[in-house]
């Protein structure tokens, strides 16, 4: 069944433009109406990031819901990651996280979440999708079966105890001086505060929230913030979220940067050694270095691929039973301890290894020397340029001049209308001409 309103993470746009109080308060409503199971109190839970916009999407859910006579909690701004974990230790009926992720605040979105705190099934998105494009009027409570909508008292503190808990034998963190940038989003008081507990010394950026600042200079898509921060206070490690606190990036002592591939081939070699890992490998997207998957293979470990996007991941190690998976972007996903990507968790687990192996970040996160990749986006107006002969010819072509030194991989985006062209090899000559030959191609179909 075919999404019109969901992309790859759920509904995301230009607030106000695409995110309307109507879009919003209708999709609360299906949502509501679709969960309805049972004759007991309903409950929804919605938390959100700083953008301003937030504001505006957060009521006009709270009146989606109760119209339809589901109770609402209200979390205000808290990590995508906690908002799936309250969902299913709450008892929620469904899990809303009002944000854009990575996005400048203009953009704003929409993630549902079930009962089980795991992401909605594109199934599921397109039963809500096709509730939204009907022309009837669902059906509202009546006056005295409208729900309530209430502030949650304490829903920080219960993240933060959850996220110190995923590290085993009261491991602290003393000694280890870190800075943490929050990117001015969801996580900008958890993630300080969880590691000051934990005993380390932490200097924090990006937590002075305005409601345009998100993700503006700083966070996991801007790391150079963080960068000279780490080099300026010589600290130990530098670790940067994004706007909603699901995803990671890391900078070592020296100032340089380590992608989500290094911190998993991190994790999971460590998780193989003490016996951790619930089967011999772990599950990454198309995106993953080339290099990554010849060093896990090295040590005995598969990678299963799937395609882009943190959903596909998960639902990949959860039909085959997988405890370690995420993407090059820095989504990483340990099963054990989360329904979905958690940025500051995923931290936890890389310090961990730091502390009991007593060594530095750039040898505990240099598993691997990457192999040359280069990425390049080519923008599109209409049709279907991947169904061109001339762009189909290239890319054939292409992938038999790599053969096996590389790979090449095409797709189109799930949030805008681009397609995204990456290339690598152990021939950076080679890659560079073949992704420049393919995008050639591309422009030339998709004026």
């Known amino acids: 069944m075919a999404r019109k309103h969901f992309g790859t993470d759920g509904i995301r746009g230009l607030a106000n433009k695409v995110i309307t109080p109507d879009l919003a308060m209708k999709v609360a409503q299906a949502t509501g109406v679709l969960f309805h199971r049972g004759e007991h109190r309903h409950r929804a839970v919605i938390g959100k990031d700083t953008r301003l916009s937030g504001y505006m999407i957060e009521n006009a859910m709270v009146a989606g819901f109760t119209s339809v006579g589901v109770d609402v909690l209200l979390l205000g701004p808290m990590p995508t990651p906690a908002v799936a974990m309250l969902t299913h230790s709450m008892r929620a009926d469904v899990g809303v996280m009002i944000s854009a992720s990575h996005n400048l605040y203009e953009d704003n979105g929409i993630k549902l979440f079930g009962p089980d705190g795991y992401k909605l099934s594109d199934e599921v998105e397109?039963?809500?999708?096709?509730?939204?494009?009907?022309?009837?009027v669902l059906k509202l409570s009546k006056p005295a079966d409208l729900g309530r909508a209430m502030r949650v008292e304490g829903d920080r503190a219960r993240y933060i105890e959850f996220a110190k808990r995923t590290l085993t034998g009261n491991l602290s963190l003393e000694g280890l001086r870190i800075v943490i940038d929050c990117a001015n989003g969801a996580a900008y008081k958890v993630a300080p505060e969880a590691l000051w507990?934990?005993?380390?010394?932490?200097?924090?950026?990006?937590?002075s929230p305005d409601g345009f600042n998100i993700n503006r200079?700083?966070?996991s898509t801007a790391p150079q913030t963080l960068v000279a921060k780490v080099r300026?206070?010589?600290?130990?490690?530098?670790?940067a979220l994004d706007g909603d606190g699901d995803r990671l990036l890391i900078v070592d002592e020296r100032g340089k940067i380590v992608d989500g591939d290094q911190v998993m081939a991190a994790i999971a070699e460590s998780w193989k050694e003490e016996g951790r890992l619930s089967r011999p490998g772990i599950v990454a997207t198309l995106m993953s270095n080339l290099g990554f998957e010849r060093y896990l293979n090295g040590i005995g470990l598969e990678v299963?691929?799937?395609?882009?996007?943190d959903r596909y991941v998960l639902e990949h190690m959860r039909k085959h039973g997988y405890n370690v998976g995420g993407e090059q972007s820095g989504h990483v996903i340990l099963t054990d301890h989360c329904t979905t990507g958690d940025g500051l968790v995923a931290a936890l687990q890389l310090l961990a290894i730091i502390k009991r192996r007593m060594r530095r970040v750039s040898e505990a996160c240099n598993k691997f020397e990457p192999v040359p990749q280069i990425l390049k986006n080519v923008r599109f107006t209409a049709g279907r340029p991947l169904e061109e002969e001339r762009v189909a010819r290239a890319i054939e072509d292409g992938r038999r001049r790599l053969g096996t030194r590389g790979r090449l991989v095409i797709r189109l985006s799930g949030t805008e209308p681009v397609v995204r062209v990456m290339g690598e090899g152990d021939d950076l000559s080679l890659v560079e001409e073949i992704v420049d030959q393919v995008c050639d191609a591309l422009s030339a179909v998709a004026a």
């Open 217 to 219: 200079e700083v966070g």
């Open 232 to 239: 300026e206070m010589r600290a130990d490690i530098g670790i």
């Open 197 to 207: 507990e934990l005993g380390a010394e932490v200097i924090s950026i990006g937590v």
């Open 304 to 309: 299963a691929r799937t395609p882009v996007g």
């Open 126 to 136: 397109a039963k809500i999708d096709a509730i939204l494009d009907k022309e009837v």
